[in-house]
């Protein structure tokens, strides 16, 4: 049988294998090799990329009509138990495929993040299914190896012919003798032996890196790397010709590796998704869904739900049932209905989120009317891949979704999608610098050049301006190693929310593992991986403005009575759009950047839908693709509105005939560049993966083509490809663009009609937003808002609205906003209140407050309705000792006999008490400080008085 390398270890092996599973799949190719399998340390974390490689080689090959061998992927796994046994684990089919990640998922959980702790009993117990390659000595637990003979001989005793003694090189001029003793040793064990070349590279050229990496997994330099330094660089990928030659005499042992390959059919194509079934009694989930949804139409519209709603209803219902959909919508509608039982505010966004369907289920609150594209271009025949939903939450309270999705489906049952940390500029520099012996200065150096480093590294003018001699031999090998290590995976972190909800077990499926974060579980595949194997994710993230919202729709009810959702705001209020047109814009949502709040007088919204264009247009990617300037010419009637045909008319016609979101450039490539629908969708996540892979530019000559074909001018085509290239550096979807527009709109209008409230609601949603909280109160007084200050008789944890004895509501800061000041201390302090507090003392002696806590009120100004200003308050506070009052001492401290004699302290002067309230508050209700500096800045205004001449100034 033809070679096979059945043990190559990739960079997920984080800090140990120097190539990526791509390379080794395209050095499979070249060499022809029938199969390949992909086996890091205990983990399958890096053997999809390797799937999708060959299987993006194998319609390369179908569309050119070239003939070639595709190597089949051997998923596998290299486990090393705890007790000194190492060995290459393949399975033969989809069960035991299903045990070794269960398996692994056991051995994982036992341990902490990154770690695992296989026991050999445990591949006893569960190995059943696999071809085990067994290591002679373990080179990760050396110290175990005295019984690996007798658990060897265990292995076999359980495993049979299943048990193979694996046959590899060191390249030291000992390998013949080496390859006798281990054959021997087999012979006596009763199984066979199978060769591998142990790659830890596809390459040799690798050598060096692979070197750097051991310097960073071990915190050396390199000068000091000794034994631990490959020896030479001959651990990398061979062919079959090479590998006869290196086993010379022992040939059957490289044939037999593809032997076991043949006996290897599992692929992971077999990993056929189950959806979570969300099946009532008596009723299909697709039964279901046409309920709920039906339902949900008569709830949105209680006064008859329009003909065209209806129809788009009955069409997208009759795709999802297709395609077999009801469990993914029924999944996401369960987590949004269990956030409403909570009073989460939650909003859904995504391709498909903006859909009736999702409307009527209560996912999404923005109307299906405002969109433009159709259903068929987010739920495919022809993609045949489960749709994406996105649901936020609020950030304060996701946790809680979070934990609920554990207990409702189970752990063995969901789990988040990993992220892949990769090493990027910073990192790489300050990691392989370190490791190369670079000074701490010169790493520096080179991190401050970060934006000026191309993929052909740093320029040799820039490195002599920053006083380095490009051609001193360790920076060149530095800086050359810095490129080849950019884009290697660094470790494994949790993705913001993106959970794997399965209908059987979850870990049959992929191997789960602990999360540094206690209660959170990970599988070790990230968002893509899990997309190119057809795997339902439902992302669970949170955002600020939602916290923010609630809140401020729980005090418009508290105060006013009236109670609102999202959809039920006034629709399109004219002052809500005059505001936002004076880009009166500080702390709403998306909109409160200065860049938006330039563009707001340019673009002057007056419909949701202005909205919806505003959220997505200034962006990295409509910037770079220069979209900007020719849309707001055409909206200010500067440019002539035109479209190149009426084809392309009808997809760019809201947006003015210029291109602002990604499913628009789809179509461009469809209509215009007759791109088919696989080709279209290469293209869409060619652009949302651009900055990892940056492909899209192998498109550029298909499309150009294509648009000529068809008859479009050649200026008008590459335009078009350069605004979709500007799409891969970020373009927004319309679909999130309109459901962040609705939270544009909601925030929007709290501001204008209740701004004292809405700054309330923005403050205790802290941290979020541009705006520090000293902005926001100066922005809510601007708009007439009374803003009271912290006070110990008054003010709760958070801030709260009061009447102001006029009528209206003032904001009443709360305890949060004080440094240093801990919730816990607030709600005693509240809670032991009553009537109030008459002294300092007092609050000791009530609420337990320690003494370091009044000296925190006392310098927030917090007893000022006490009758003490700052000093007295922290004098009286200093004066209190012990955490809480002695029951001898209680009565004594009531009366007068532990009264110290007064004293007479000099008063804080404007400046030191705006001074004093940054630094306690990080805001101010007293002068603004450029009021106290205009007299120094302008000295013929204001009390200073003295002409400059005479101060001696000039």
């Given amino acids: 049988m033809a070679f096979v390398e059945l043990c190559n270890t990739s960079n997920f092996t984080f800090l140990g294998g120097g190539s990526h599973a791509e390379e080794y ?138 048990v193979s003694v694996l046959m590899a090189p060191c390249y030291d001029g000992q390998d013949s003798a080496r390859f006798d003793a281990v054959a021997e040793q087999a012979r006596k064990l009763g199984v066979q032996t199978v060769a591998s070349a142990t790659p830890v590279m596809h390459r040799g050229s690798r050598r060096r890196l692979s070197d750097v990496l051991t310097c960073i997994r071990e915190s050396l330099c390199i000068d000091d790397i000794g034994h631990k330094a490959l020896s030479n660089a001959e651990r990398h990928m061979r062919n079959e010709a090479a590998m006869l030659r290196l086993f010379a005499g022992h040939e059957d042992a490289v044939h037999r590796s ?30 279901r869904l046409e309920r709920l949804s039906r339902e949900g139409l008569k709830w949105r519209y209680p006064e008859g739900v329009p003909e065209r709603v209806a129809q788009m209803l009955t069409h997208e219902l009759t795709l999802i049932g297709k395609l077999g959909y009801a469990p993914y919508f029924l999944t996401v509608h369960d987590l949004v209905d269990f956030a409403r039982s909570r009073n989460i505010l939650c909003q859904g966004r995504g391709s498909a989120a903006n859909s009736v369907a999702c409307f009527a289920l209560g996912v999404t609150s923005v109307s299906p009317e405002v969109g433009t594209m159709v259903f068929e271009r987010f739920v495919s025949e022809a993609r045949d891949e489960p749709p994406d939903i996105d649901v936020d939450f609020e950030h304060e309270r996701r946790e809680e979704v979070i934990q609920y999705i554990y207990e409702r489906y189970g752990r063995h049952r969901a789990g988040l999608c990993a992220t892949v940390v990769h090493y990027r500029g910073k990192r790489a520099i300050r990691e392989v610098g370190r490791a190369m012996g670079l000074s701490g200065d010169t790493i520096s150096a080179l991190s401050s050049q970060l934006w000026g480093w191309g993929s052909g590294g740093m320029p040799e003018q820039q490195l002599r301006e920053l006083g380095l001699d ?84 729980d005090l418009i009810e508290n105060h006013h009575g009236t109670e609102y959702t999202l959809a039920s705001l006034p629709p399109e209020d004219p ?101 088919t629908p696989e080709q279209a969708d290469r293209l869409r996540r060619s652009l949302a993966t651009f900055k990892k892979h940056g492909n899209v530019s192998e498109f550029r000559e298909l499309f150009l083509s294509g648009m000529a074909k068809n008859g479009y001018d050649e200026d008008f085509a590459a335009r078009c490809f350069g605004q979709i290239e500007g799409f891969g550096s970020y373009g927004f979807p319309e679909s999130h663009a309109a459901s962040f527009a609705l939270l544009v709109y909601a925030s929007a209008w709290l501001k204008c009609h209740h701004p004292g409230i809405f700054a309330c609601a923005l403050l205790n949603s802290q941290p979020m937003g541009f705006y520090a909280p000293a902005q926001i109160v100066r922005d809510a007084r601007e708009h007439g808002v009374t803003v009271r200050p912290v006070c110990i008789n008054a003010s709760y944890w958070d801030n709260v609205m009061e009447p102001d004895g006029r009528g209206g509501l003032a904001l009443r800061l709360g305890f949060r906003q004080i440094r ?135």
């Fill in 25 to 162: 799949a395209r050095q499979a190719f070249e060499f022809a090799m029938p199969a390949l399998a992909i086996a890091d340390v205990n983990s399958v974390a890096g053997i999809v990329r390797a799937h999708v490689e060959l299987r993006e080689i194998a319609r390369k090959l179908r569309e050119t009509g070239e003939e070639a061998i595709v190597p089949r992927l051997l998923p596998a796994t290299r486990l090393e138990t705890v007790e000194g046994l190492s060995m290459v684990a393949l399975p033969r089919d989809r069960t035991a495929w299903g045990r070794m990640c269960q398996m692994l998922t056991q051995a994982k959980q036992r341990a902490g993040k990154g770690e695992c702790l296989l026991r050999f009993e445990d591949i006893l117990e569960q190995g059943e299914g696999l071809e085990l390659l067994l290591l002679p000595v373990s080179p990760i637990y050396p110290q175990g190896a005295d019984g690996w003979q007798v658990r060897a001989q265990r292995l076999i005793r359980r495993f049979g012919a299943a």
């Fill in 470 to 553: 490009p051609n001193e031999p360790r920076l060149k090998q530095t800086l050359d190693l810095v490129d080849q290590i950019v884009g290697f995976p660094r470790h494994l972190s949790q993705h913001v929310g993106g959970f794997v909800i399965t209908e059987g077990a979850l870990d049959a499926l992929v191997p789960i593992e602990n999360a540094a974060m206690e209660g959170r579980t990970v599988i070790c595949w990230d968002k893509d991986d899990i997309d190119a194997l057809g795997i339902l994710k439902v992302d669970v993230l949170s955002l600020g403005m939602l916290t923010c919202i609630r809140k401020a729709f």
């Fill in 820 to 954: 240093k000041m801990r919730e816990e201390e607030a709600m005693w302090i509240c809670s032991a209140r009553g009537n109030g507090y008459t002294q300092v003392e007092d609050v000791w002696r009530r609420a337990g407050t320690p003494p370091h806590v009044l000296e925190i009120l006392a310098e927030a100004d917090a007893f000022a309705a006490l009758g003490d200003n700052r000093r007295e308050a922290l004098w009286h506070a200093k004066a209190v000792k012990g955490a809480a009052p002695l029951p001898l001492f209680a009565q004594e401290l009531d009366g007068e006999g532990l009264e110290e004699p007064p004293v007479t302290l000099p008063e804080m002067s404007a400046g030191e008490n705006v001074v004093e309230d940054y630094v306690s508050m990080r805001l101010t209700l007293r002068a603004h400080p450029m009021a106290l500096l205009r007299p120094l800045l302008t000295p013929d205004s204001g009390p200073v008085g003295k002409p400059q001449k005479e101060r001696g100034g000039r």
């Fill in 258 to 287: 593809g032997e076991i390959a043949q006996r290897c059919r599992f692929s992971l194509d077999e990993l056929k998704y189950e959806y979570p079934s969300e099946i009532s009694v008596g009723e299909a989930p697709q039964q």
């Fill in 575 to 675: 002052k809500v759009y005059d505001m936002l047109c004076e880009a009166d814009s500080l702390g709403v949502f998306q909109v409160e950047s200065r860049a938006q709040m330039n563009f707001l007088p340019r673009m002057r919204p007056r419909t949701f839908y202005d909205l919806v264009i505003e959220v997505a247009i200034i962006r990295p990617g409509p910037i770079q693709g220069d979209m900007v300037h020719p849309f707001i010419r055409r909206r200010q009637g500067l440019e002539e509105v035109s479209f190149p045909s009426d084809a392309l008319g009808e997809v760019l016609g809201k947006t003015l005939g210029v291109p602002l979101f990604q499913e628009q450039a789809m179509q461009i490539a469809i209509i215009g560049a007759g791109f």
